[in-house]
């Protein structure tokens, strides 16, 4: 290994891991020389999306913070031997020939350690944040970074605005979440029929029960709406098999899945998507241009999902909903809006126009290229 390394910090979901990866592509497209690492947690989450990329990756044992007495006891265990295990990732970088490293926090319990670690080896500290309103972990590590890239100008839950020092870039997008070709051909890779309107339900990489709860019920009590659609469900590990029986029961065509990871065939088949709001999954939808109903994840205390859906619905390209957790409640206040939606072939145009209009989301090729002195 010789002249210039990024060292990606971030993982226990795969909101964390995307953007690195996408911004590590970027920096191999312009700078074929440079080396990479992902330092990650333990969750096997984490080592299969990055095995799947063929990333180089080394597991530090980071824990969540949490104010649980288990749950901070377990953290405060971790940190010292979080920030070791990221040090000495650092270190063998130099001894391997490193000569100009870069570690960029992407977020998450992983990237706190590592970037007190940086500190610690004087490396370049880089925060990448995406969330509209940035966590308590990211404001501290941007005090200590020299250089924060932001996906957001928005402010937090208590009206403090993100700093003006921090360098906007628009969403992040990974290569698999871009669609490839046009509809007709996303979905017959997906196992859909290719001239079908279709329908995707995701909650991210980890699923999410209520969505999956409030869709089956749906299927219970209007499968009619159904009626000329058929759907891609992501639904996380584990509850695939009831939700596609709940389909077989509804007679709707769907195909369903616990995890894809090339999300793009999804986007690209997508006439409408009920998803969360995570920063990956609303720079994706931006950047496919794919009309939404966003239900936020709802036990965050400062709602950052809620405000990552901001910017789309208010140009009109998506819809949000609230998650109220009760699948009964959930499939009442989704019906009048799917019923609207499914049945308005204009007005998911008009979604997908104001979508259009917002521009590329090309935030990794605007990272690489700051970075690289582009």
């Known amino acids: 290994m010789t002249g210039r390394a990024f060292v990606f910090a971030g993982g226990g979901t795969g909101g964390h891991l995307y953007p690195g990866l996408a911004i590590a592509q970027a920096i191999r497209e312009r700078a074929p020389g440079a080396a990479t690492l992902f330092l990650c947690s333990d969750r096997p989450l984490d080592a299969r999306l990055l095995a799947d990329e063929g990333a180089a990756h080394r597991v530090i044992p980071a824990q969540p913070f949490g104010v649980a007495p288990r749950r901070l006891l377990r953290f405060a265990r971790s940190w010292g031997g979080s920030v070791r295990a990221a040090r000495d990732a650092l270190r063998q970088m130099r001894a391997d020939g490193a000569s100009d490293i870069t570690l960029l926090a992407m977020g998450g319990f992983v990237a ?62 990974r290569t698999d979440a871009v669609p490839r070709g046009d509809a007709r051909a996303c ?58 029986a709940a389909y077989e029961r509804a007679g709707v065509r ?23 709001s995570g920063a990956g999954t609303v720079g994706e939808a931006w950047g496919a241009g794919a009309p939404c109903i966003f239900l936020p994840y709802p036990y965050h205390r400062d709602q950052h999902q809620r405000a990552n859906a901001g910017p789309l619905v208010a140009c009109g390209g998506a819809v949000l909903c609230e998650d109220r957790i009760d699948p009964d409640a959930n499939a009442a206040a989704l019906a009048p809006v799917l019923e609207r939606l499914l049945r308005d072939g204009a007005a998911l145009e008009r979604m997908r126009e104001a979508l259009g209009a917002l521009g590329p989301a090309d935030g990794a090729e605007r990272v690489a290229g700051a970075l690289l002195g582009a």
């Open 254 to 276: 769907a195909v369903v899945v616990p995890f894809h990871r090339a999300m793009g065939d999804a986007w690209g088949a997508a006439d409408l998507v009920i998803a969360r």
């Open 187 to 244: 979905r017959e890779r997906l196992g859909l029929d290719a001239d079908t309107q279709t329908l995707v339900v995701t909650g991210a990489s980890q699923g999410a029960r209520s969505i999956n709860g409030a869709v089956t019920r749906l299927l219970e009590t209007h499968r009619g709406l159904f009626e000329g659609w058929q759907v891609f469900h992501q639904t996380g590990e584990g509850a695939d098999a009831e939700t596609r």
């Open 112 to 173: 706190a350690p590592a970037a007190q670690a940086a500190r610690a080896e004087k490396t370049r500290l880089v925060l990448v944040n995406l969330d509209a309103v940035p966590g308590k972990a990211n404001r501290l590590i941007a005090r200590r970074a020299d250089r924060v890239f932001s996906a957001t100008g928005e402010s937090d839950a208590a009206g403090n605005a993100c700093p003006a020092a921090w360098e906007r870039i628009p969403p992040i997008v």
